[in-house]
T-cell receptor, first 116, second 117 residues
Framework: AQSVTQLGSHVSVSEGALVLLRCNYS??????LFWYVQYPNQGLQLLLK??????LVKGINGFEAEFKKSETSFHLTKPSAHMSDAAEYFC??????????????FGKGTLLTVNP | DSGVTQTPKHLITATGQRVTLRCSPR?????VYWYQQSLDQGLQFLIQ???????AKGNILERFSAQQFPDLHSELNLSSLELGDSALYFC????????????????FGSGTRLTVV
């Protein structure tokens, strides 16, 4: 079974400050990991994903995440927050085996607020 | 446009009524997933279909049911609606048919906002 824990349901940063959203996973098989972003009144959009290639993954809008197996973490970072980054962010895990039972398990989400 | 189409975008109905939400997956995707998102429960997995067959069930109420048709579109039926069923309902699709496509993740539709009054 897999699970995801997002530490902090709400993170507030100032514009220009570092963004750090934390995600820890639990998986009995090698995981694939994803970050999704949801802007108000919209669906979830894929931000980036780790699929066992490079451990440092770059995504859209300047975000990146690092897979650390020893820490079972996949934290999302951005060096300088922009007002447009205000949204809810979801971390998700799947196993790497695929098949018709393929399923993503999502964390509870972290709401990012960016203050001017 | 993500390629996953959900209709209607908004739905307002009265308690006790029945509604049907529709989802057309991205072209080529065989799996459809339904999620409910509310302020108090967050993103809750309801049910998954793969090529017309039910594959996984989550926190889906007995008043709710779903199906996937031969053309791969899916419908989520919600009956005997209660005020607490007011939420955003998302459909997502995935192409996964083998290990090489596992990294694709899900593609989400823009959701149907259901308001029960």
């Amino acid at each position: 079974a897999q699970s995801v824990t997002q530490l902090g349901s709400h993170v507030s940063v100032s514009e220009g400050a570092l963004v750090l959203l934390r995600c820890n996973y639990s998986s009995s098989v090698p995981p694939y990991l994803f970050w999704y972003v949801q802007y108000p009144n919209q669906g979830l959009q894929l931000l980036l994903k780790y699929t066992s290639a490079a451990t440092l993954v770059k995504g859209i809008n300047g975000f990146e995440a690092e897979f650390k197996k020893s820490e079972t973490s996949f934290h999302l970072t951005k060096p300088s927050a922009h007002m447009s980054d205000a949204a809810e962010y979801f971390c998700a895990v799947s196993d790497s085996r695929g098949g018709s039972n393929y399923k993503l398990t999502f964390g509870k989400g972290t709401l990012l607020t960016v203050n001017p | 446009d993500s390629g996953v189409t959900q209709t209607p975008k908004h739905l307002i109905t009265a308690t006790g009524q029945r509604v049907t939400l529709r989802c057309s997956p991205r072209s080529g995707d065989l799996s459809v997933y339904w999620y409910q998102q509310s302020l108090d429960q967050g993103l809750q997995f309801l049910i998954q279909y793969y090529n017309g067959e039910e594959r996984a069930k989550g926190n889906i109420l007995e008043r709710f049911s779903a199906q996937q048709f031969p053309d791969l579109h899916s419908e989520l039926n919600l009956s005997s609606l209660e005020l607490g069923d007011s939420a955003l309902y998302f459909c997502a699709s995935s192409v996964v048919s083998g290990q090489r496509t596992v990294g694709a993740g899900y593609t989400f539709g823009s959701g149907t906002r259901l308001t029960v009054v």
